[in-house]
């Protein structure tokens, strides 16, 4: 029984530990492409995986690793209202940049060099 | 009770119910005279905002309330979605190959609620941002666009989260 739950609560410490990873290297690489995006829209995009995934990550550490069901279900509230108000701040932002007349920087032509852009016939 | 009587109750108690839900959350506490002055107050407020809460309108069939099955697996679909979108933004902001353009399509789904879930969803994902939503259209800014073209575009930034929404309202 002791084993088991040694067994366990590894378990949990590896999860959370990987999760920890897991939001270091996407708030590393969101910071880096904030940094180097051009415009509002796309360090906005960048943002979102510090703000979204890399938060989301720890918070989801912070839940695996919990000692108590007390504090796992604080955690499932906190993560509830994350996953209300991240979205609705990102829209804020982007909403005032759009309605500011700030034009977005638009890629020239499709992702895949030489592929046909879709929708040039049919706009 | 005529039909218009009846969804106005339904309302205020639907109200009622979640306010006394989030009460409980906030105070943690169980005691009888906390929940009598949580229950008081959300009834208070439940019958002065009920119409602010679920529109009068929205008396469809699962246009406020969600079918209880998708509504469980919802979050777990939507971590996923917003895991696979992290590494492919991640993947073209190391790379470099971003393609950002701002597209416009429409959404099928009928109810409010469903939609700004939809317009939640969408920003959620690393990769596309909901601009403006109006009604059944949506203006979203998208990195790794491949295509110009409003149905083919919408049909792939909504990808399957317009469908699993649509599970849980209409």
Same mark, same amino acid.
């Given at each position: 029984m002791s084993q088991a739950l040694d067994a366990v609560n590894l378990a949990r410490d590896l999860a959370g530990m990987a999760l920890c990873a897991v939001a270091s290297v996407f708030a590393i690489a969101g910071t880096l492409g904030m940094l180097l995006q051009k415009d509002p829209y796309t360090r906005l995009q960048a943002s979102s995986l510090v703000g979204t995934t890399a938060t989301f990550s720890v918070l989801l550490a912070a839940l695996v690793t919990a000692p108590s069901v007390a504090i796992a279900a604080r955690m499932v509230v906190i993560i509830a209202f994350f996953l209300i108000s991240n979205p609705t701040t990102t829209h804020i932002i982007a909403k005032y940049a759009w309605n500011s007349g700030i034009a977005p920087r638009t890629a020239p032509r499709a992702r895949k060099p030489g592929a046909k852009v879709a929708g040039d016939d049919d706009d | 009770m005529t039909p218009r009587k009846l969804w106005t109750l339904v309302r205020v108690a639907a109200t009622f119910g979640f306010l006394c839900g989030v009460w409980l959350l906030f105070s943690a506490d169980n005691g009888w005279l906390s929940i009598l002055a949580g229950a008081s107050c959300a009834a208070l407020i439940a019958l002065a905002s009920y119409d602010t809460f679920i529109d #009068?309108? #929205?008396?469809?069939?699962n246009m406020v309330f969600p079918r209880l099955l998708p509504a469980l697996a919802y979050p777990a679909r939507l971590v996923a979605a917003m895991y696979s979108s992290s590494f492919a933004t991640l993947r073209t902001l190391m790379t470099g190959s971003a393609a950002p353009r701002v597209v416009h399509f429409r959404t099928r789904l009928k109810s409010d609620l469903a939609r700004v879930v939809l317009a939640e969803a969408i920003t959620f994902t690393p990769g596309t941002i909901v601009i403006d939503l109006d009604e059944d259209h949506l203006i979203v800014h998208w990195l790794n666009s491949t295509t110009r073209h409003s149905r083919r575009a919408g049909e792939t930034v909504k990808g399957r989260l317009e469908s699993i929404i649509g599970g849980m309202w209409v």
């Open positions: - | #009068e309108h #929205e008396a469809g069939k």
